[in-house]
């Protein structure tokens, strides 16, 4: 698993910056209804996505993360409006929020019960009409048929906390029904082999410790692909929308 506190530090930078920003936030807001005036962005993470969302007329946004260096960052995008704490336990009142949003949230979080306990407190603050909006199957969303995922497919694999269909039975299960989806690209994300190579040996495939021999298995197995530094597609990311009855 990835530190992000020390991951903030090149974020941004790391995952397509302001063009795949632009491209979740969008994508977002179109989820959110018209009416929306509070919007609850947990896991804002730098706020490069958090600040695009507060740019819509007249909804207020309020960001959390748990990473103290996120939480920095975003508060210089966004100051007096990001909050510390925990997705599982969040500091707010029931029913506060208009909308409740959790983009690359959940594909990190287990156990199960983890991934639970956060819809479950995403749902617990959204008042009744409001709309629960989140990222789901975000590894699959990589899979984009090239030669760099060709070597990875093999590699050991856990079940995917954030599969579309165990988010909508958790939301289910708060109430929540589903309500719309969305899909957008993450511009400028698309792999080239040396990159594969380099989050490899950071920690980005939690199955593959850095500097286990499997893992060197695999680098080396990218390093024998051609055109190292060409990036691959971008990956599609897909959101999913879940409303709280006006009568729950």
Not at 132 to 158: C, F, M
């Amino acid at each position: 698993m990835l530190d992000y506190d020390e991951e903030a530090e090149r974020y941004d930078a790391s995952r397509g910056g302001e063009p795949r920003a632009a491209a979740a936030a969008e994508a977002v807001l179109g989820l959110v209804p018209p009416r929306a005036r509070s919007l609850l962005d947990i896991a804002c993470g730098t706020g490069i996505v958090t600040r695009r969302l507060a740019d819509r007329d007249g909804l207020r946004v309020t960001g959390v993360d748990l990473a103290q260096t996120m939480v920095r960052h975003a508060a210089a995008r966004l100051p007096g409006a990001v909050v510390r704490a925990d997705s599982r336990r969040l500091p707010f009142r029931d029913g506060e929020f208009d909308a409740v949003t959790s983009v690359w949230l959940l594909h990190l979080v287990a156990p199960a019960e983890d991934v639970r306990r956060v819809v479950a407190e995403c749902a617990r603050v959204l008042r009744p009409g409001g709309v629960y909006i989140t990222t789901v199957d975000k590894g699959a969303s990589h899979n984009v048929g090239s030669d760099i995922d060709a070597v990875l497919a093999s590699r050991p694999r856990r079940p995917a906390s954030d599969a579309s269909e165990l988010v909508e039975s958790y939301a289910l299960d708060c109430g929540l029904v589903p309500s719309g989806q969305a899909r957008f690209r993450g511009r400028g994300q698309g792999r080239s082999p040396r990159r594969a190579v380099a989050d490899l040996r950071r920690g980005w495939f939690v199955t593959l410790p850095p500097g286990e021999p499997l893992a060197e298995e695999y680098a080396a197995r990218l390093q024998a692909l051609p055109e190292q530094d060409r990036p691959r597609p971008d990956p599609e990311f897909t959101l999913r929308a879940f409303r709280r009855p006006p009568d729950a």
